[in-house]
């Protein structure tokens, strides 16, 4: 059985320059699962902002299985150039505490969308098998090896 638990905290009220936004955090705190981890949200690497030097990262989308493969954990692989990583937690700011609750309604249904995504890739079944360029010959010994 695969699950995921998350945890809303409470919209707080961040003023900045006399701007208000209420700041929205979702974070993982459970999960369960042999092929699952806690970093299901998909950030996006940008470079550090020129006037305060800190991290301009955007949250992209709740990770679908492909992702949950193939994109790193904590920060992007420095060896690709490809500015994608993976973090247990989301923090938003939005303009209101509407706002804060239909995201968090909408990624409580992304991380259901991933469970059962992960979920249908096991009950995959063969439905046919071909040979290319064609089927032995019956007196030659068939190698069911996997190497390249």
Known sequence: MRRIRL????PTLVNFNNYGAYRLRIEVTAVEGPDLDENIFVYRKNPPSPYTTLSTDNFEAVAGPPQMADIPAGEPNPDLNWPYYRLNYVELDVASTEQAEAIWLEIQQETCVLIDA???????????????????DSSVSVSTSTSV
């Open 7 to 10: 945890t809303r905290y409470a």
């Open 118 to 136: 992960m979920n249908r890739l096991t009950q995959l079944q063969a439905i046919q098998d071909v040979w290319c360029p064609g089927p032995p």
